[in-house]
C-alpha cells in the first residue's frame, strides 16, 4: 500500500512522471459533450454484459491520484517500472481531469484484466473491490462537476452490471480511516451517491 505514497510522490514533484515526455501526445481538447458519448460507447462494449471470466466483484472504491498532471501511460509506466507489477496500474479505471485527456474521460485500467488491485491498507474491508481513480488532486481543490458525473456514470453501470449495492460504494477515506485522506478532503460522497441516483441540483 506503500506504493500510493510513492506514486504521489512521483507525479506530484519533480519526478519524470511530472514532466511531458518529448513525444507526449496532444492534449486531449474535445468537448465533454462529445466525451459523453465516448464514455458511453466505452462502457457499452465493457459493461454490456457480465463476463463469464468476471471476478465476484462486491465493493467500489474511488481513489484520487494527489497530483494533477498524472495520466493513466504514466501511472501504468510507473508501477510497472517501479514495482513490478507486469499488469501496470493498481486502478481499474481512471477519469481524466482535462490536463493530459479530456476533462471526464473514462479509461479502463486493470479492468481488462480482471485482477485485484493493491490499493488499499486494509483490503479486508472491501474485499473484492474495484479501484476507481480521478485524475488530480481533490484535497487542493473541488471536484469538477463533469468528473462527478463521469464518476457517478461508471459506477452506476457496474452497480448494475455488478449487483453492487449503494452502500458498497465508498472512498479510500472511508475504508482506512485515519491512514489516508485520499481522495480529498474536497470529495464528497454522498454527492457522488446522489449524482448516481439522479437526485442532485445543481
Known amino acids: ?9 512521483a507525479l506530484g514533484g519533480a519526478g519524470s512522471l511530472a514532466r511531458p515526455a518529448a513525444a507526449a501526445r496532444p492534449r486531449d481538447r474535445r468537448s465533454y459533450a462529445e466525451i459523453q458519448g465516448v464514455n ?10 457480465r463476463g463469464e471470466n468476471w471476478r465476484p466483484w ?24 517501479h514495482f513490478g507489477d507486469p499488469l501496470g496500474a ?13 476533462l471526464g474521460l473514462i479509461e479502463p485500467a486493470r479492468w481488462r484484466y480482471q485482477e485485484l488491485a493493491a490499493h488499499l491498507f486494509h483490503p479486508e474491508r472491501a474485499p473484492e473491490s ?22 457517478a456514470l461508471l459506477c452506476r453501470r457496474l452497480m448494475g452490471t455488478l449487483e453492487i449495492p449503494i452502500e458498497r460504494v465508498t472512498t479510500h477515506r472511508a475504508v482506512d480511516g485515519r491512514l489516508t485522506q485520499c481522495p480529498g478532503r474536497h470529495f464528497d460522497l454522498d454527492d457522488l451517491r446522489a449524482r448516481i441516483v439522479g437526485r442532485v441540483d445543481e
Request: hydrophobic share 45%; with cysteine.
Open 40 to 49: 458511453a460507447a466505452t462502457l457499452d462494449g465493457l459493461l454490456g454484459e
Open 90 to 102: 493498481e486502478y481499474h479505471f481512471v477519469i481524466n481531469n482535462g490536463r493530459r485527456r479530456a
Open 130 to 151: 474495484l479501484a476507481l481513480c480521478l485524475i488530480g488532486n481533490f484535497e487542493e481543490r473541488p471536484v469538477p462537476a463533469s468528473m462527478m458525473d463521469a464518476l
Open 58 to 81: 462486491q465493493w467500489i472504491v474511488v481513489h484520487h491520484t494527489a497530483a494533477e498532471h498524472a495520466s493513466l501511460e504514466g501511472i501504468d509506466r510507473y508501477h510497472r517500472v
Open 1 to 9: 500500500m506503500r506504493r500510493r505514497h510513492f506514486l504521489a510522490a
